[in-house]
Structure formats: C-alpha cells, structure tokens
C-alpha cells in the first residue's frame, strides 16, 4: 500500500467520523476498492459507511402519487430504509436525482435507474418499482412494480416492505393478502419505518389480517407518533377522544390534533376545529375553529368546507353571509359531501344564496338520497309527494320516506305516518299511521306528537284514552304546537281527559290564537 492510499483512508476515516460531510461518487468508488483495508481494523467502519448512506437520504420520500393514492389505510411517504451492504456506487442522492428526471420527463434516464436496481441495490430498485407503479417513464405495470418492490423488501428495505404491504393490503399488482400486508408491514415497522407502524397499527385497529387488538394499535401508533408520523397522531387523538385503547383524556386528545395540525394533516385540523368548536378538551373558541377548519378546507377537506359553509349560514365565528355559504357548500357537495349536498339543495329549493331553482334543488337532493343522507331523503319524498321541481309520484314519495324513517328521520317518519292515514302512495292502515306517528313522536315532533294526541282522543287505529290523549297533546302544545295548544283548550273547555278548567281552557286558546289558530279564535269568542 502506497503513501496515496494511506492519506486517502485518513481522509476517508475523517468523514466517516463527521458525518455531516457528503461523499462524492469518486469517494465511495475509492472506499469500495479499499474496504477490505477497513476489514482489518473490524466492520465499525462498515456499519458507520452503511448508517451515512442512510442518513443522508434520511426523510420523506414520496413512493408514487398513484400508489399513495389508492391506499386505503394510509398516505405512502416512506422514510429510507438501512441498507445490509452497499450495492451501488450511486449514493441514494444520485438515485433519486435519476428518479427525479425521470419523473420530470427526461428521456433516457430510466435505464440508467434500471442498470443500478439491476445490479442489485435495494434503493434503486424500490425507486424503479415506483416508475412503473406510476407509469413515469415507462409504461405502468404494478406486477413488475411489485416485482421489484419485493426484490428490494427481501434486501430489507423498509420502504419497499410498507410499499409491498400497501399493495397486498389494496391487491395492486398482486392478489390482495391481508395477511401478507401485515407480514411486511410488520418486517418494516420492526425497523422503524413510521408508516409501516402506523399501517400496522389499523390492522390491528381493524382487525384486518390479524386479530384485532386496541392496544396493540395504540402501541404501534404511539410508534410512529413519536417519529412525527402526523396520521398517527391523529390517530392517537382520536383514539384518546372516544377513550378507545387508551383511558379516555380530552386534553390528550387535542394535543395529539394539534401535533398532527401543525403538520398539515386535514382530518386533525378538522378535529381540532370540532374541539374548539364544542369545547372537548379546550376552551370553547368559534375563531380558533374556523381558522383550523379553513386550513382543512384550504387543503380541499369536504368536511371541513361543509363546516365552513354551516359557519357562514348561520354566522358563527364570523359574519353571516349565504353568498359565501353557498360556495363552501357547493366546494364540498362537488367531492360528494352528502350533507353538503342537501344543505346546497335547500337553498336552491328556498332561494337562499342563490337563484330558486326546484329542479336543482332535486338533483343536489337526489344525490345526498342516493349517499343514504337521511334529510335529503325525507325532502326528496316532499318534492315527489307535492311535484315541486319533479313530477308528483306519491308512490315514489312513500318509498323515499320510508327509506329516510327507517334510519330513525322523524319528520319522514311523521309522513309516512300521514300516508298510511290518508292511503296516499299506500294502502290505507290507520294501526300503521299510529306505528309511524309514535315513533316520531317519542323523538319530540310535535306534529306527531299533537296526531298521536287525535288518534288516541278519537281511538282511531288504538284503544280510546283521553288521559293519553292529553298527554300527547300537551308534549305538542308545550313545544307551540298551534293546533295542540287549541285542541288542550278544547280539553280543558269540556273537562275532556282534564278536570275542566275554562280559565285554562281561555289560557290554551289564546296562545293558539296568537298564532293565527282560527278554530282557538272562533272558541275565544264565546269567554267574552
């Protein structure tokens, strides 16, 4: 060995010492040539080149829109993963700065990649998967993505391993395997890698391709929250909300959004936003909220901007204004927001912030029905059963009313009750219209309520009870129920489930009347 060589190791072993200095490509060409040299001293040096190659590569590293995109469990933005030996005299820098011209458009560089995860090293394999996963530079092919993925997972690289979890966990380019999605999520979260634990973490949340165990979520989310891995943090905060795994703490809670916030996860903005809102684990604040749920709605949250459309219709945390309602909604009701999309069809049905439009208002109603919204639903059934803004069908209103009552909607169940009553749209069955009217008014809606009130004073599809009756009737008139307050009156006038009482009576039929109730005026008349 010659004087060069020794003051080449030297200065090689001085960088290796201060690994805030970068290699360059003639470096490591050199140290691979010397390393059997650095063998003699033991493998320190070794693992010390193995842990810079990976440090300096150390961060986020976006594995493909296409395939970030279609992973339902998580955003794929794997950290670097640390490599056994050293395969390659490109530094991961220079592989992704080959990636980077290939994704950019540059002709030519992909078999420049290809020749590198050809010749065995893990990182350019996993950035060649991602070429063909996204088609960038070649044709897209997610086998021969997977291909590749699994060449550089056997190699240990935890980007490839989550990315290869991502793909059995959704069936990209392979048969879907739960199971096999837990078994690489697991080899990369054993490493480290941040996503794979959170990923690890849902299937365990889940249950999906192992047994399901809060816990074991909760500890493989913390994992990766530690790591600032935002989507756990949400997680995390979520989990502390519902006290889920976890002893339930508010205050947790909003520590772990406001992590997650701060990293410009939208679904822990909006959460933040609903905290503030209602004050769960912090200080009520409309202000606060409304900044959390504009940066989610800024980020294209539907959620978020149907919230912010809510704010301004109603003029919560800042000024009321239907106009900038309307957009917000229309935002959100544009990525299928259903509630979104029934708040925008009111306003075309009412002219609210827009021109009235009743076909619109049915089209944005049809198309929160058809999400099983069950508002837009039971105001779908309106629109059929009195032919605004689409032909009358009262047999297509029952079926759109009664898809809304089922999920518990009580106006919808009030007219299906008034349906059955009327035999519109439906066989006439007045024990059925009592089921209906029940239901709705054990929910608190007065009109049901005051019906209820009718059915059991005339025993029309029930057993006649006066003393029911006047109780029904009163849960109504209390709520301002103008023909509950009169029918009271009426109770009250002739001593009718009540002990009679015409000042009472007089009492009823006034507060009816002041609400232009002409049967309680006509009845005032006589008291004078």
């Not at 805030?20 to 140290?31: A, C, D, L, S, V």
């Not at 410009?264 to 684990?281: D, E, M, R």
């Not at 009472?504 to 309680?520: H, I, K, S, T």
């Amino acid at each position: 060995m010659d004087c060069r060589t020794n003051l080449d190791i030297l200065a090689l072993w001085k960088k290796l010492k201060n690994f805030g200095q970068e290699f360059t490509i003639q470096e490591i060409r050199k140290m691979k040539n010397i390393l059997p040299i650095f063998k003699i001293v033991g493998l320190i040096y070794l693992t010390a080149l193995n842990s810079y190659a990976c440090g300096m590569n150390k961060g986020n590293h976006d594995i493909g829109e296409d395939l970030e995109g279609r992973s339902a469990r998580s955003l794929v933005k794997a950290h670097d993963c640390k490599r056994e030996t050293p395969s390659c005299v490109l530094s991961h820098q220079e592989v992704d700065r080959l990636y980077e011209e290939i994704k950019n458009g540059h002709e030519g560089i992909f078999n420049q990649l290809k020749s590198f995860a050809e010749q065995g090293d893990a990182f350019a394999q996993t950035r060649l998967a991602f070429c063909y996963s996204n088609g960038q530079g070649i044709s897209k092919n997610e086998e021969e993505a997977v291909r590749w993925y699994r060449l550089a997972a056997d190699q240990g690289n935890t980007m490839a391993q989550c990315a290869l979890g991502i793909c059995y966990a959704n069936g990209i380019g392979v048969r879907k395997n739960d199971h096999e999605a837990v078994h690489w999520y697991r080899l990369a979260a054993d490493q480290g890698h941040s996503v794979a634990q959170y990923n690890l973490g849902v299937c365990y949340d889940m249950g999906t391709g192992i047994n399901k165990d809060d816990h074991e979520a909760i500890r493989f989310w913390h994992l990766a929250a530690d790591q600032g891995d935002a989507s756990a943090q949400c997680a995390l905060g979520m989990r502390y909300e519902d006290g889920i795994g976890v002893r339930k703490d508010e205050h947790e809670a909003v520590r772990w959004y406001r992590l997650a916030a701060d990293r410009g996860n939208t679904t822990a903005q909006y959460n933040l936003g609903l905290c503030y809102n209602l004050g769960i684990g912090i200080s009520k604040n409309d202000d606060e909220a409304i900044r959390c749920w504009r940066l989610a709605a800024n980020q294209g949250d539907a959620s978020a901007q149907c919230n912010l459309g809510v704010c301004y219709a109603a003029g919560v945390g800042v000024r009321k204004d239907e106009g900038e309602a309307v957009l917000w909604y229309r935002l959100a009701a544009d990525q299928g927001h259903a509630s979104a999309q029934y708040a925008l069809g009111k306003r075309y049905e009412n002219g609210i912030g827009v021109r009235k439009n009743d076909h619109e208002a049915v089209r944005w109603y049809r198309l929160a029905a058809e999400q099983g919204d069950a508002s837009a639903q039971c105001n779908l059934g309106l629109c059929y059963d009195n032919g605004i803004g689409v032909r009358k069908d009262e047999h297509e209103a029952v079926r759109w009313y009664r898809l809304a009552a089922d999920q518990g909607e009580a106006i919808a169940q009030y007219n299906l009750g008034l349906c059955y009553s009327m035999g519109i749209g439906v066989r006439k069955d007045e024990h059925e219209a009592v089921r209906w009217h029940r239901l709705a008014a054990e929910q608190g809606y007065a009109s049901a309520q005051s019906n209820l009130g009718l059915c059991y004073n005339l025993g029309i599809g029930i057993s006649k009870d006066e003393h029911e009756s006047v109780r029904w009737t009163r849960l109504a008139a209390d709520q301002g129920h103008a023909s509950a307050q009169s029918t009271l009156g009426i109770c009250y006038e002739n001593g009718i489930g009540v002990r009679k009482d015409e000042v009472e009576a007089v009492y009823w039929y006034r507060l009816a009347a002041e609400q232009g109730n002409e049967l309680a005026v006509e009845r005032l008349k006589h008291f004078r």
